[in-house]
Structure formats: structure tokens, C-alpha cells
């Protein structure tokens, strides 16, 4: 039977984090040797190295390091969700909810919620990713986070997914184009136009798949990986985009102090879902479903709809 103390792991794990044990002694104002006893007794007890240490550059996890250092965080973060469980007996709101969220959504989702979940419990604690569909499902799949907010499309049978809305894709397309005049566009009237494509894992496909079985598709002039170099690069001219979800400050109609509009495209197939995905094997906390239930509350209240383009 492994004999250690959760305070030992806990200065493992941040010794392999910052990749230092004067980094980690320092974080955790306490001694050096308490971190290097700390990692010799788990080493110990294991009967393998964790780290590769090298005089004036640090540690470095090894191989079996690393997996053995991502199974320490799950059982921390698991701790910690049982101390936040045990105080909720007792009354108290509190604990910590790990998420991330698909980047080109944050800015305009996740206020909203974050205020209302704020409010609700003033004690919780948030630590936040940002990031493309793939990397975020990967952080979910690895234990780094307790949920997601992103696509159905980029979930599969290993989560639980809670669909909050449904993101119609929209056309930006500058003013100075007679196209930006409309009500709303056809998949023909943009194939004529070069794109600005929004190109990161997932959004490809879904994007030219709105022209298939036409006989012509735009030409992608440029692309990049961010959502405010696609509504730079269209207000300049430089081409049409597609996106799902609009800026907030876009507001009803035409855009203020803008130099594109925001046009539904139709027909445009299903629309895509987003929503929340966690992993389906894994018992989630009180806090998190909490925080899961303000999400389907705000639903149910129509707070997601001024985000889409109708």
C-alpha cells in the first residue's frame, strides 16, 4: 500500500508545474527540501524517477512523470470538489468549476452566464480556457476541465451533451458591397464573392459544406484562426465571411460605427447546436451541475437569443 499525505502531492504537482522546486517553494512559501522531500518519498514509494533534474534548468517530468503528474491533478481536483460537496451540507455555496470555451464564443457567450452564476454563488471560483473546438474537447477528454462549452458536432459518445441553443450561421459582408443591403443571402449570391475563412478545426469543413452541390464556391482570399481579424479583413473589403454567433454590441439590425452587416443565409441546412459537454463516465459535482442548471435556466429565459442572426 502507497503510504503518502495529500500535502505531498500537492508540492509534486507544483514542482512538475512550474518545472522548478525553487519556483514551486516559492509559490507555496515554504522550504525547498520540503518540496525535494516531498517528490524523493513519492519517488520512493512508486519505485520510479518523476523528473529529470538538471542543475540551472530546472526539473523535467519523465515519461512515466508526466502520466503519474496528470493522474495527481485529477485526484487534487477531485479533492477539492469533495471539500466544496461536504461544506454544501452545512448551506455553503461554494467550490470551483473548471471550463472552457470555444474561442470565437467567449467574448459574446460567456458574460451573460459568468454574471448570472456569479450571483447566484458569490463563493465560486472559475478558472477559464479558451480555445478551438479540438483543443478544448481535448482538455475535457483529459481531465484538465469539468466542461465545455462548444459545438454537438465536435462531441461524441464518451460526453453528455446539453444543447443551450441553435446558431444559425450569418453572412458579414462589408457595406460598401450592394450585397450588405439585402434582408438575407443565398449560398449562390456568396459563392460569387472571394471568403475570409475563420480556418480552425471543425469550422472548415462546416463552412464550405454550405456550398455543396453548387457549381461554384468562393474563392478564400484570406483566412485566420481569429474571429476579429475576419470582421477586420470584411470591413476593409477584403471579402465576405461566415460565422454563428454575432457580437453582442452588433446589437438589433444594422451594426453601429460598423463597416459590415450581419445577414441570415437561407437556406443554410440544420443549424448547428451549442451548448455544454462534459464526460459521460464522470459523476459530476454539486457545484457543477449547478452551474450546468444556470446555463439551462438562462435557456429557458431567451438569454442567448440576441446573439444570433435570425
Known amino acids: 500500500m502507497l503510504n503518502f499525505t495529500l500535502k505531498q502531492l500537492r508540492y509534486v504537482e507544483a514542482a512538475g508545474r512550474l518545472g522548478s522546486i525553487a519556483g514551486a517553494a516559492s509559490k507555496l512559501n515554504i522550504s525547498q527540501s520540503s518540496i525535494t522531500a516531498a517528490i524523493d518519498v513519492l519517488e ?53 468549476v473548471k471550463l472552457a470555451c470555444y474561442s470565437t464564443a467567449a467574448p459574446n457567450f460567456l458574460p451573460p452566464v459568468l454574471k448570472s452564476i456569479t450571483k447566484r454563488f458569490p463563493n465560486l471560483s472559475l478558472s477559464m480556457l479558451e480555445g478551438h473546438m479540438e483543443m478544448i474537447i481535448n482538455c475535457l477528454d483529459s481531465g484538465e476541465v469539468d466542461l465545455v462549452f462548444t459545438y454537438e458536432r465536435s462531441v461524441d459518445h464518451r460526453h453528455t451533451f446539453h444543447a443551450l441553443f441553435a446558431a444559425p450561421p450569418y453572412a458579414l459582408i462589408a457595406i460598401t458591397d450592394p450585397l450588405s443591403q439585402q434582408t438575407e443571402v443565398t449560398p449562390a449570391q456568396l459563392a460569387t464573392r472571394p471568403m475570409v475563412l475563420l ?24 483566412s485566420t484562426r481569429s474571429s476579429e481579424m475576419v470582421r477586420a479583413l470584411v470591413s476593409a473589403g477584403f471579402g465576405f465571411s461566415i460565422l454563428n454567433i454575432r457580437p453582442l454590441e452588433y446589437g438589433q439590425g444594422v451594426a453601429e460605427n460598423t463597416a459590415y452587416h450581419a445577414l441570415p443565409i437561407r437556406p443554410a441546412g440544420t443549424a448547428p447546436i451549442f451548448g455544454i459537454a462534459t464526460t459521460a463516465t464522470v459523476k459530476q459535482p454539486k457545484i457543477v451541475l449547478a452551474f450546468i442548471e444556470t446555463c439551462l435556466n438562462l435557456k429557458a429565459q431567451g438569454a442567448f437569443d440576441r446573439m444570433l442572426v435570425f
Not at 49 to 76: N, W
Not at 215 to 220: A, D, F, I, L, S
Open 199 to 222: 480556418d480552425l478545426p471543425f469550422t472548415r469543413d462546416y463552412f464550405t459544406s454550405l456550398f455543396d452541390g453548387m457549381q461554384g464556391v468562393p474563392t478564400v482570399a484570406h
Open 44 to 96: 520512493a514509494e512508486l519505485g520510479y524517477d518523476l523528473f529529470l533534474r538538471t542543475p540551472a534548468k530546472g526539473i523535467h517530468p519523465t515519461s512515466a512523470g508526466f502520466e503519474t503528474l496528470k493522474l495527481i491533478r485529477s485526484y487534487l481536483d477531485q479533492t477539492l470538489h469533495f471539500e466544496a460537496d461536504l461544506l454544501s451540507v452545512g448551506g455553503a455555496e461554494t467550490g470551483f
